[in-house]
């Protein structure tokens, strides 16, 4: 290959390049039948598109504690990218959610690294299977939106390895092709020229990782020699685009002047292209069929592909529901036993419902004439905002799917605002009152949306939905919200009388409507699992989001391993709701318990029965303890499972722990 061919295979094309077709590419070499390679968001579905799923994000597949869901959906992802010609699906997402007000917590898997973890290596898994390949990112602690930019996070290795980067492990495991460099400084060097982290003695190479580094778009800077000597080996998107970037256009020159040796240059050229070859795509890959710059399908590049399937349609309403936590449920029914028919609470049972209201903005079709980042919640929230969220060309809002299921067996009264009058009156009365109330965050880029940019400026519910559930409440005594949110919110109001039913629905992808029908009546049993706790008090978690710095801040990790259900543990604090937490319609029983070593790992071994009056699911969840002189939390999570159980049914569940597992470092 001749210096300006390599020079296009590790730098992309440019932000606005006229040829650009993806959120990134590079430069042919038609000589050698090697293609642009097309870049693209996003971590729950491809951006910038028509006729693509939307997804649920990272926070409610950590929510189905469900290894299966988690590798279908990356499966699902890696067919879409595929279809569309997308050589490289720019995730997973897998920043651990330090702080519950994170801008991007919902992309990934939550506060604890075990479930980011898991979540990264089925997500890999999954999309390359089928010859796509992933992006680990963002490389490293890239946990806060304000100042991301410029701030340096500074911590210690112990926290590092035992938090930070233990998805990444994961990752490695997986077989991952590449890992994006993020933003933010790590212990003050820039994370795209941080030789600690991506150089040859490096963490990524040290820990056996094979592929490429490549840039986040416009997160390089200084000179060309200062990044491609300390590991970067392409950057994204090629040019200045003013947050930095650009710095690879001096490439060519380092190399002649030998500032970077030519061995190096190949280095990058071949670790690029090997990931290319290792999963076929030189072979019956599809060519890029859409144009990103134009995301409304218009133009000559746009070829209008459809890359929906039923299947794929059917996946993401069984992970949104499946994510569904239920928080509460005040069941009662006609006979007073599990096995009657319900009269308050849930689930539903059709004929016995006449009237209903449903309330809220939440319930409502979102603005179909959104920006492309999805900069807008003034309707059901879905997934939120940035180049993390994804297509809602074909959401289902609840308001429909509600309408559509019920037909004519009961009248609906609707008040689809947050009003605090309008919602009440129209609860007044009915058999049932649904609430749907939500809470946004995304990525910031240069706008705030209701005055948030990016990370969230507290955990209430938008537009005074918590007052309005109080309100709806006081008026309706059968009433069940459902809360649509990123993360944790203050639910001040969950141990009101009347509130007979909570559902945590998080970020459910485009069938948000059909999922909710599903288990609001009973026809998906919630299994549901907090992929993180829901405290009284920000002051609860631990940490804090830098709003206000002069300068260019840097942010110490002093909490070290403690965030979450962690530090709640070790400070004797008990939220409202924790980590893990969830209600089924059924229950469930656990007898047997054996503990069995089996090398250098534990077998532990137990029954699961399905005691109650409905065929459900039950994840039961494998916490360890250290003793007091590890300076380890009180527990962590260490293993999880999916038990599908019909009425009177029992399964033999086995859980290992590895060596890994019960190892820490003092």
Same mark, same amino acid.
């Given at each position: 290959?001749?210096?300006?061919?390599?020079?296009?295979?590790?730098?992309?094309?440019?932000?606005?390049?006229?040829?650009?077709?993806?959120?990134?590419?590079?430069?042919?070499?038609?000589?050698?039948?090697?293609?642009?390679?097309?870049?693209?968001?996003?971590?729950?579905?491809?951006?910038?598109?028509?006729?693509?799923?939307?997804?649920?994000?990272?926070?409610?597949?950590?929510?189905?504690?469900?290894?299966r869901?988690?590798?279908?959906?990356?499966?699902?992802?890696?067919?879409?990218?595929?279809?569309?010609?997308?050589?490289?699906?720019?995730?997973?997402?897998?920043?651990?959610?330090?702080?519950?007000?994170?801008?991007?917590?919902?992309?990934?898997?939550?506060?604890?690294?075990?479930?980011?973890?898991?979540?990264?290596?089925?997500?890999?898994t999954?999309?390359?299977?089928?010859?796509?390949?992933?992006?680990?990112?963002h490389?490293?602690?890239?946990?806060?939106?304000?100042?991301?930019?410029?701030?340096?996070?500074n911590?210690?290795?112990?926290?590092?390895?035992?938090?930070?980067?233990?998805?990444?492990?994961?990752?490695?495991?997986?077989?991952?092709?590449?890992?994006?460099?993020?933003?933010?400084?790590?212990n003050?060097?820039?994370?795209?020229?941080?030789?600690?982290?991506?150089?040859?003695?490096?963490?990524?190479?040290?820990n056996?990782?094979?592929?490429?580094?490549?840039?986040?778009?416009?997160?390089?800077?200084?000179?060309?020699?200062?990044?491609?000597?300390?590991?970067?080996?392409?950057?994204q998107p090629?040019?200045?685009?003013?947050?930095?970037?650009?710095?690879?256009?001096?490439?060519?020159?380092?190399?002649?002047?030998?500032?970077?040796?030519?061995?190096?240059?190949?280095?990058?050229?071949?670790?690029?292209?090997?990931?290319?070859?290792?999963?076929?795509?030189?072979?019956?890959?599809p060519?890029?069929?859409?144009?990103a710059?134009?995301?409304?399908?218009?133009?000559?590049?746009?070829?209008?592909?459809?890359?929906?399937?039923?299947?794929?349609?059917?996946?993401?309403?069984?992970?949104?529901?499946?994510?569904?936590?239920?928080?509460?449920?005040?069941?009662?029914?006609?006979?007073?036993?599990?096995?009657?028919?319900?009269?308050?609470?849930?689930?539903?049972?059709?004929?016995?419902?006449?009237?209903?209201a449903?309330?809220?903005?939440?319930?409502?079709?979102?603005n179909?004439?959104c920006?492309?980042?999805?900069?807008?919640?003034?309707?059901?929230?879905?997934?939120?905002?940035?180049?993390?969220?994804?297509?809602?060309?074909?959401?289902?809002?609840?308001?429909?799917?509600?309408?559509?299921? #019920? %037909?004519?067996?009961?009248?609906?009264? *609707?008040?689809? !605002? @947050?009003?605090?009058?309008?919602?009440?009156a129209? /609860?007044? $009365?009915?058999?049932?009152?649904?609430?749907?109330?939500?809470?946004?965050?995304?990525?910031?880029?240069?706008?705030?949306?209701?005055?948030?940019?990016?990370?969230?400026?507290?955990?209430?519910?938008?537009?005074?939905?918590?007052?309005?559930?109080?309100?709806?409440?006081?008026?309706?005594?059968?009433t069940?919200?459902?809360v649509?949110? #990123? %993360?944790?919110?203050?639910?001040?109001? *969950?141990?009101? !009388? @009347?509130?007979?039913?909570?559902?945590?629905?998080? /970020?459910? $992808?485009?069938?948000?409507?059909?999922?909710?029908?599903?288990?609001?009546?009973?026809?998906?049993?919630?299994?549901?699992?907090?992929?993180?706790?829901?405290?009284?008090?920000?002051?609860?978690?631990?940490?804090?989001?830098?709003?206000?710095?002069?300068?260019?801040?840097?942010?110490?990790?002093?909490?070290?391993?403690?965030?979450?259900?962690?530090?709640?543990?070790?400070?004797?604090?008990?939220?409202?709701?924790?980590?893990?937490?969830?209600?089924?319609?059924?229950?469930?029983?656990?007898?047997?318990?054996?503990?069995l070593?089996?090398?250098?790992?534990?077998?532990?071994?137990?029954?699961?029965?399905?005691?109650?009056?409905?065929?459900?699911?039950?994840?039961?969840?494998?916490?360890?303890?250290?003793?007091?002189?590890?300076?380890?939390?009180?527990?962590?999570?260490?293993?999880?499972?999916?038990?599908?159980?019909?009425?009177?049914?029992?399964?033999?569940?086995?859980?290992?722990?590895?060596?890994?597992?019960?190892?820490?470092?003092?």
């Amino acid at each position: 290959m001749t210096i300006d061919e390599k020079i296009g295979i590790v730098r992309g094309t440019g932000q606005l390049g006229s040829v650009r077709r993806c959120g990134g590419d590079t430069t042919a070499v038609p000589r050698l039948g090697v293609p642009s390679i097309c870049f693209n968001d996003g971590p729950a579905g491809v951006r910038l598109s028509k006729g693509v799923t939307g997804l649920p994000p990272g926070i409610n597949a950590a929510s189905t504690f469900s290894r299966r869901l988690m590798l279908a959906r990356g499966k699902a992802l890696g067919e879409e990218f595929w279809g569309k010609g997308i050589h490289v699906f720019l995730g997973p997402a897998m920043d651990i959610m330090r702080n519950p007000k994170a801008g991007r917590g919902w992309e990934s898997f939550g506060p604890d690294p075990y479930l980011n973890g898991e979540g990264a290596f089925q997500t890999i898994t999954g999309v390359q299977s089928v010859g796509v390949q992933a992006c680990a990112k963002h490389l490293i602690a890239n946990n806060q939106e304000h100042y991301r930019y410029n701030l340096s996070v500074n911590v210690n290795d112990r926290t590092l390895s035992e938090i930070y980067w233990y998805p990444f492990i994961r990752s490695i495991e997986a077989g991952v092709t590449s890992v994006m460099c993020a933003y933010n400084k790590f212990n003050n060097t820039s994370s795209c020229h941080n030789a600690a982290l991506i150089g040859d003695n490096g963490l990524l190479r040290r820990n056996g990782f094979k592929g490429y580094v490549v840039s986040d778009w416009g997160a390089t800077h200084d000179s060309a020699s200062d990044n491609a000597n300390a590991g970067l080996d392409m950057e994204q998107p090629g040019d200045f685009i003013l947050i930095g970037g650009g710095v690879f256009s001096g490439l060519e020159s380092a190399v002649n002047s030998g500032s970077v040796s030519a061995d190096r240059l190949n280095q990058m050229v071949t670790r690029i292209l090997a990931s290319w070859y290792r999963l076929g795509q030189d072979s019956g890959y599809p060519p890029v069929n859409f144009d990103a710059q134009h995301p409304d399908g218009s133009g000559s590049l746009n070829l209008n592909v459809s890359v929906r399937s039923d299947a794929h349609t059917a996946l993401v309403r069984e992970i949104a529901s499946a994510s569904a936590v239920l928080l509460k449920n005040n069941r009662t029914t006609t006979t007073g036993t599990p096995d009657g028919a319900t009269t308050r609470g849930l689930p539903l049972v059709a004929p016995r419902i006449k009237t209903m209201a449903v309330i809220g903005q939440d319930a409502k079709m979102p603005n179909p004439n959104c920006d492309d980042l999805n900069q807008c919640n003034d309707g059901t929230m879905s997934i939120g905002w940035g180049s993390g969220s994804n297509s809602l060309e074909f959401i289902i809002p609840p308001i429909d799917a509600i309408t559509s299921f #019920v %037909g004519t067996s009961a009248n609906i009264t *609707s008040s689809l !605002s @947050n009003d605090l009058i309008a919602g009440p009156a129209a /609860a007044e $009365g009915k058999d049932v009152a649904f609430v749907f109330v939500n809470a946004m965050s995304g990525e910031f880029v240069f706008d705030d949306v209701n005055g948030n940019q990016g990370d969230r400026n507290d955990l209430d519910l938008w537009y005074e939905g918590g007052s309005l559930v109080e309100a709806v409440a006081a008026a309706n005594n059968n009433t069940i919200v459902i809360v649509h949110s #990123v %993360g944790p919110v203050y639910m001040s109001w *969950s141990e009101h !009388s @009347n509130i007979t039913g909570i559902i945590y629905a998080g /970020a459910p $992808g485009e069938q948000t409507g059909p999922s909710i029908v599903d288990v609001l009546y009973g026809n998906y049993n919630p299994s549901g699992r907090l992929p993180f706790s829901i405290a009284d008090s920000e002051d609860d978690y631990g940490t804090t989001i830098v709003y206000d710095s002069p300068g260019s801040p840097e942010i110490d990790y002093t909490e070290k391993l403690l965030l979450d259900y962690r530090y709640m543990e070790s400070k004797g604090i008990i939220p409202r709701f924790e980590f893990g937490f969830g209600l089924s319609y059924t229950t469930f029983a656990y007898s047997g318990l054996s503990i069995l070593p089996s090398g250098t790992s534990q077998i532990i071994t137990f029954t699961v029965t399905n005691t109650g009056a409905f065929a459900g699911a039950e994840k039961p969840q494998l916490y360890l303890g250290f003793p007091s002189s590890a300076g380890e939390p009180n527990k962590v999570l260490r293993g999880f499972d999916e038990v599908i159980l019909d009425v009177g049914a029992s399964s033999l569940v086995n859980m290992t722990l590895t060596q890994r597992d019960t190892r820490y470092i003092l």
